[in-house]
């Protein structure tokens, strides 16, 4: 059974920094190109970041960049989001999850929450 | 950037109904993502390239579609099916997703 299981998230202060790591079971991780989503309280699912099987291409949306930096480690099956800079408007749900064309497994989320 | 915008935001059914929800895209885009979210729970994928059910997913989910304009339609309604559905373009980066339609019952 593919799995993936968030892990790293709760609460920071804002200018904080985080990482949030992902381990990945199930597949065969280091064929796989992987994603970060996210989702702040009540509002709709936001596309974060994706990186290829290798870990040496990645995308970012654009407001984001320079504050996220999506990596991985194969040998460990992990995913892996750093985090800078905090601010009240990145608290969310994030969620890893593996690309298949799309999004087509999520893991289940792990919160963070920026708040002094 | 594409802009998804899904109508209706909320929509009241109740168990047995043919729900359909559609998918407006600001640029014509190839084909799309329909992912489902019950309250608390991680999103699923449901369907991909427009019409293609992931594996596991009910066939009385269906996607139709082109262009700039795309549906979701649920025949018989099932109690597992309230939830929210959000709609997801993955033609170009930046993937975006539509703000969701939550089916609730009437």
């Known amino acids: 059974e593919v799995q993936l299981v968030e892990s790293g998230g709760g609460l920071v202060q804002p200018g904080g920094s985080l990482r949030l790591s992902c381990a990945a079971s199930?597949?065969?991780?280091?064929?796989?190109?992987m994603v970060w989503l996210r989702q702040a309280p009540g509002r709709g699912l936001e596309w974060v970041a994706t990186?290829?099987?290798?870990?040496?291409?990645?995308y970012y949306v654009d407001s984001l960049k320079g504050r996220f930096t999506i990596s991985r480690d194969n040998a460990k099956n992990s995913l892996y989001l750093q985090i800078h800079s905090l601010r009240a408007e990145d608290t969310a749900v994030y969620y890893c999850?593996?690309?298949?064309?799309?999004?087509?497994?999520w893991g289940q989320g792990t919160l963070v929450t920026v708040s002094s | 950037d594409i802009q998804m915008t899904q109508s209706p935001s909320t929509l009241s059914a109740s168990v047995g109904d043919r729900v359909t929800i559609t998918c407006r895209a600001s640029h014509a885009i190839d084909w799309l993502a329909w992912h489902q979210q019950r309250p608390g729970k991680a999103p699923r994928l449901l369907i991909y390239r427009t019409s293609y059910l992931e594996s596991g997913v009910p066939s009385r989910f269906s996607g139709s579609g082109s262009g700039t304009e795309f549906t979701l339609t649920i025949n018989s309604l099932q109690p597992d099916d309230f939830a929210t559905y959000s709609c997801q373009q993955y033609h170009s980066y930046p993937w975006t997703f539509g703000q969701g339609t939550k089916v609730d019952l009437k």
């Open positions: 199930g597949f065969t991780f280091s064929d796989s190109w």
């Open positions: 999850a593996k690309k298949g064309g799309t999004v087509n497994v």
């Open positions: 990186t290829n099987q290798h870990g040496n291409e990645q």
